[in-house]
Protein backbone atom coordinates (compact mmCIF):
# COMPACT_ATOMS: atom_id res chain seq x y z
CA UNK A 1 0.00 0.00 0.00
CA UNK A 2 2.79 2.47 0.80
CA UNK A 3 5.15 1.90 -2.25
CA UNK A 4 1.72 3.12 -4.10
CA UNK A 5 1.44 6.12 -1.93
CA UNK A 6 5.34 7.04 -1.99
CA UNK A 7 6.44 5.85 -5.56
CA UNK A 8 8.15 2.57 -4.68
CA UNK A 9 8.83 -0.09 -1.92
CA UNK A 10 12.26 1.32 -1.44
CA UNK A 11 11.09 4.59 -0.08
CA UNK A 12 8.16 3.54 1.51
CA UNK A 13 10.57 0.63 3.43
CA UNK A 14 12.87 3.54 4.21
CA UNK A 15 10.29 5.64 5.49
CA UNK A 16 9.13 2.91 7.81
CA UNK A 17 12.99 2.40 9.20
CA UNK A 18 13.37 6.45 9.69
CA UNK A 19 9.77 6.84 11.49
CA UNK A 20 10.74 4.01 13.61
CA UNK A 21 14.03 4.69 14.40
CA UNK A 22 14.35 8.76 14.11
CA UNK A 23 17.36 9.21 16.38
CA UNK A 24 19.40 6.77 14.43
CA UNK A 25 21.83 7.70 11.98
CA UNK A 26 22.16 4.83 9.26
CA UNK A 27 25.09 4.53 6.50
CA UNK A 28 23.81 3.47 3.22
CA UNK A 29 24.62 -0.36 3.65
CA UNK A 30 23.36 -1.04 6.77
CA UNK A 31 20.18 0.42 5.48
CA UNK A 32 20.67 -2.13 2.29
CA UNK A 33 20.87 -4.79 4.52
CA UNK A 34 17.64 -3.57 6.72
CA UNK A 35 15.22 -3.17 4.08
CA UNK A 36 16.70 -6.31 2.12
CA UNK A 37 16.93 -4.03 -0.86
CA UNK A 38 19.57 -3.91 -3.97
CA UNK A 39 21.97 -0.45 -3.20
CA UNK A 40 21.47 1.46 -6.01
CA UNK A 41 17.67 1.36 -5.58
CA UNK A 42 18.96 2.92 -1.59
CA UNK A 43 20.87 5.16 -2.69
CA UNK A 44 18.42 6.94 -5.24
CA UNK A 45 15.60 6.93 -2.94
CA UNK A 46 17.77 8.17 -0.22
CA UNK A 47 18.45 11.15 -3.03
CA UNK A 48 15.22 11.48 -3.05
CA UNK A 49 14.22 11.92 0.33
CA UNK A 50 17.37 14.24 1.26
CA UNK A 51 15.60 16.43 -1.83
CA UNK A 52 12.32 16.45 -0.41
CA UNK A 53 13.88 17.55 3.07
CA UNK A 54 12.43 14.30 5.24
CA UNK A 55 16.00 12.55 5.52
CA UNK A 56 19.15 14.67 6.75
CA UNK A 57 22.49 13.33 6.14
CA UNK A 58 24.38 13.02 9.23
CA UNK A 59 27.87 13.24 11.00
CA UNK A 60 28.87 9.69 12.10
CA UNK A 61 27.86 8.40 15.54
CA UNK A 62 30.19 7.97 17.98
CA UNK A 63 31.49 4.62 18.49
CA UNK A 64 34.82 5.06 20.13
CA UNK A 65 36.09 2.85 16.93
CA UNK A 66 38.00 4.41 14.38
CA UNK A 67 38.46 3.22 10.85
CA UNK A 68 40.50 5.24 8.94
CA UNK A 69 40.17 5.45 5.23
CA UNK A 70 36.49 4.46 5.71
CA UNK A 71 34.55 7.11 4.45
CA UNK A 72 30.15 6.28 5.41
CA UNK A 73 27.65 8.86 4.28
CA UNK A 74 25.09 8.45 7.35
CA UNK A 75 21.59 9.68 6.90
CA UNK A 76 18.83 10.44 9.89
CA UNK A 77 15.21 11.55 9.97
CA UNK A 78 14.82 15.03 9.22
CA UNK A 79 13.02 16.08 12.76
CA UNK A 80 12.29 19.64 11.57
CA UNK A 81 10.59 18.73 8.57
CA UNK A 82 7.49 20.51 9.15
CA UNK A 83 5.27 17.42 7.61
CA UNK A 84 6.85 14.46 9.88
CA UNK A 85 3.57 14.60 12.30
CA UNK A 86 1.60 14.01 9.24
CA UNK A 87 4.13 11.18 7.61
CA UNK A 88 4.32 9.23 11.00
CA UNK A 89 0.56 9.10 11.00
CA UNK A 90 0.25 8.16 7.28
CA UNK A 91 2.72 5.28 7.92
CA UNK A 92 0.85 4.10 11.10
CA UNK A 93 -2.11 4.23 9.80
CA UNK A 94 -1.29 2.20 6.86
CA UNK A 95 0.17 -0.31 9.47
CA UNK A 96 -3.59 -0.37 11.25
CA UNK A 97 -4.97 -1.38 7.91
CA UNK A 98 -2.58 -3.89 7.42
CA UNK A 99 -4.58 -5.01 10.59
CA UNK A 100 -7.57 -6.58 8.30
CA UNK A 101 -5.08 -9.18 6.54
CA UNK A 102 -3.21 -9.28 9.71
CA UNK A 103 -6.09 -11.00 12.16
CA UNK A 104 -6.71 -13.63 9.76
CA UNK A 105 -3.72 -14.24 9.59
CA UNK A 106 -3.18 -14.50 13.10
CA UNK A 107 -6.33 -17.16 13.63
CA UNK A 108 -4.61 -19.89 11.37
CA UNK A 109 -1.91 -19.72 13.95
CA UNK A 110 -4.34 -22.32 16.51
CA UNK A 111 -6.70 -21.41 18.61
CA UNK A 112 -6.10 -17.81 19.42
CA UNK A 113 -8.18 -16.37 22.06
CA UNK A 114 -6.66 -12.84 22.48
CA UNK A 115 -4.73 -11.04 19.85
CA UNK A 116 -3.47 -7.04 20.41
CA UNK A 117 -1.33 -5.52 18.85
CA UNK A 118 0.67 -2.06 20.47
CA UNK A 119 4.30 -0.37 20.52
CA UNK A 120 5.68 -0.06 17.12
CA UNK A 121 2.22 -1.07 15.09
CA UNK A 122 -0.01 1.84 16.81
CA UNK A 123 3.63 4.55 16.48
CA UNK A 124 4.31 4.19 20.04
CA UNK A 125 7.45 3.84 22.33
CA UNK A 126 7.99 2.25 25.57
CA UNK A 127 5.40 -0.96 25.42
CA UNK A 128 6.93 -4.15 26.69
CA UNK A 129 5.84 -5.85 23.27
CA UNK A 130 4.16 -5.16 19.76
CA UNK A 131 2.18 -8.04 19.58
CA UNK A 132 0.82 -9.93 22.17
CA UNK A 133 -1.23 -13.75 21.73
CA UNK A 134 -2.68 -15.86 23.91
CA UNK A 135 -3.89 -18.95 23.27
CA UNK A 136 -2.71 -22.73 22.06
CA UNK A 137 -0.44 -20.99 19.37
CA UNK A 138 2.00 -22.73 17.06
CA UNK A 139 5.33 -21.18 18.01
CA UNK A 140 7.03 -22.14 14.53
CA UNK A 141 3.56 -20.50 12.76
CA UNK A 142 4.05 -17.24 15.05
CA UNK A 143 7.45 -16.79 14.37
CA UNK A 144 7.43 -17.31 10.75
CA UNK A 145 4.54 -14.95 10.46
CA UNK A 146 6.46 -12.31 12.69
CA UNK A 147 9.95 -12.67 9.93
CA UNK A 148 7.14 -11.94 7.26
CA UNK A 149 5.91 -8.77 9.19
CA UNK A 150 9.05 -7.44 9.46
CA UNK A 151 10.23 -7.86 6.56
CA UNK A 152 7.07 -5.86 4.79
CA UNK A 153 7.38 -3.41 7.76
CA UNK A 154 11.08 -2.47 7.97
CA UNK A 155 11.37 -2.60 12.01
CA UNK A 156 11.75 -5.35 14.30
CA UNK A 157 8.62 -6.91 16.31
CA UNK A 158 8.93 -8.33 19.69
CA UNK A 159 5.99 -10.68 20.73
CA UNK A 160 4.89 -13.09 23.37
CA UNK A 161 2.63 -15.97 23.02
CA UNK A 162 1.28 -17.20 26.06
CA UNK A 163 -0.90 -19.83 26.68
CA UNK A 164 -4.18 -19.00 28.27
CA UNK A 165 -3.17 -21.04 31.81
CA UNK A 166 -0.32 -18.74 32.28
CA UNK A 167 -2.83 -15.47 31.14
CA UNK A 168 -5.14 -16.54 33.90
CA UNK A 169 -2.76 -17.45 36.55
CA UNK A 170 -0.63 -13.88 36.07
CA UNK A 171 -4.06 -12.12 35.96
CA UNK A 172 -4.99 -13.51 39.18
CA UNK A 173 -1.24 -12.75 40.37
CA UNK A 174 -0.95 -8.96 39.13
CA UNK A 175 1.79 -9.75 37.18
CA UNK A 176 3.71 -6.71 36.42
CA UNK A 177 4.30 -8.10 33.12
CA UNK A 178 0.97 -8.88 32.05
CA UNK A 179 -0.61 -5.72 33.66
CA UNK A 180 2.13 -3.68 31.90
CA UNK A 181 0.58 -5.08 28.47
CA UNK A 182 -3.31 -4.70 29.54
CA UNK A 183 -2.54 -1.12 30.78
CA UNK A 184 -0.66 0.43 27.67
CA UNK A 185 -2.27 1.75 24.39
CA UNK A 186 -3.41 -1.10 21.91
CA UNK A 187 -5.22 -2.14 18.90
CA UNK A 188 -7.08 -5.55 19.85
CA UNK A 189 -7.52 -7.70 16.71
CA UNK A 190 -8.98 -10.71 18.28
CA UNK A 191 -10.52 -11.03 22.53
CA UNK A 192 -12.87 -14.01 23.68
CA UNK A 193 -11.78 -13.69 26.87
CA UNK A 194 -13.96 -11.42 27.81
Known amino acids: MLEHLFGSKTRAKLLTLFVHHPA ?11 IETQINAVRRELENLVELGLVNAADAPATGTKHPGLKRKYYKMNEGFPLIAEVRTLITKAHVLMERRLDREITTLGDVQYAALLGAFIGRTGSPVDLFLVGTIDQKQARKLVDQLEKEMGFEINFTCMPLQDFNYRKEITDRFLYSILEAPKSVLINKID
Open 24 to 34: KAFFVRELTRL
